[in-house]
């Protein structure tokens, strides 16, 4: 069975411009998860989509936004880029979006700000 | 809100010795803690979680946690550490999005 999948893994933007990032859950999950993971800053939840509509947002301006389609996958926006975004932006999918259930983390979208 | 914090920022540990990573919580109510591992420019790999019963948790790779209440912990421990052990360790609680607690580095020498 996949896992949680994330494109791409690499991505190199200039300030001020668009980032988007891709997320498929693994099959059967319909909760997807945003977290960023910057340099000496742990990971910082950002964004919670259940059955398509976001549930929760972490302390994180209005210029990153997202969005879950039919399908459960997920995509992750970012605009006006800034250098502090550079960072490991990693998605999880989980069954259920409380409780007991685990989450499952992707790879990772290293995104560089220049 | 809840809450957890890893107090040690490093551990180490000999290849071979006992190894603890600790974790204490913060919540209201009762807590789904978890553990999660991460390799270097990875994501996280699940180790184990706590729901309720049993204070002793077994997981992925040997690894163990153990629940205590009064203490409001819930420690990673392994009874013998491997070389391949060395990673980032996270420990998180359900809120009900997985919120982190600031990592530890997990440093295991031959």
């Known amino acids: 069975e996949a896992g949680v999948t994330q494109s791409p893994t690499h991505l190199i933007k200039t300030r001020g411009q668009q980032a988007t990032l891709r997320c498929s859950p693994i099959?059967?999950?319909?909760?997807v998860y945003w977290y960023q993971q910057a340099l000496g800053l742990g990971l910082q939840f950002l964004l919670w989509y259940d059955e398509g509509e976001e549930r929760n947002r972490g302390n994180f301006p209005p210029r990153f936004s997202g969005r879950q389609f039919p399908n459960y996958s997920s995509e992750l926006n970012v605009n006006a880029l800034e250098l502090e975004d550079s960072a490991l932006y990693l998605c999880?999918?989980?069954?259920?979006?409380?409780?007991?259930?685990?989450?499952?983390f992707g790879q990772g979208t290293r995104l560089t700000v220049v | 809100a809840q809450s957890v914090a890893q107090p040690e920022d490093q551990v180490n540990v000999a290849e071979g010795n006992p190894l603890t990573v600790k974790c204490t919580y913060s919540v209201s109510g009762n807590p789904y803690l978890f553990w999660y591992v991460q390799y270097p420019n990875r994501g996280l790999q699940f180790l184990l979680k706590y729901i309720t019963g049993d204070n002793l948790v077994k997981g992925s790779y040997g690894f163990e946690a153990e629940f205590n209440k009064s203490q409001t912990s819930f420690h990673l421990k392994k009874p013998s550490a491997l070389v391949s052990d060395s990673a980032l360790y996270f420990c998180a609680v359900r809120d009900p999005e997985l919120i982190f607690g600031q990592g530890t580095e997990l440093s295991v020498k031959p």
């Open positions: 999880a999918s989980s069954f259920l979006g409380q409780g007991a259930s685990e989450a499952f």
């Open positions: 099959s059967g999950h319909t909760s």
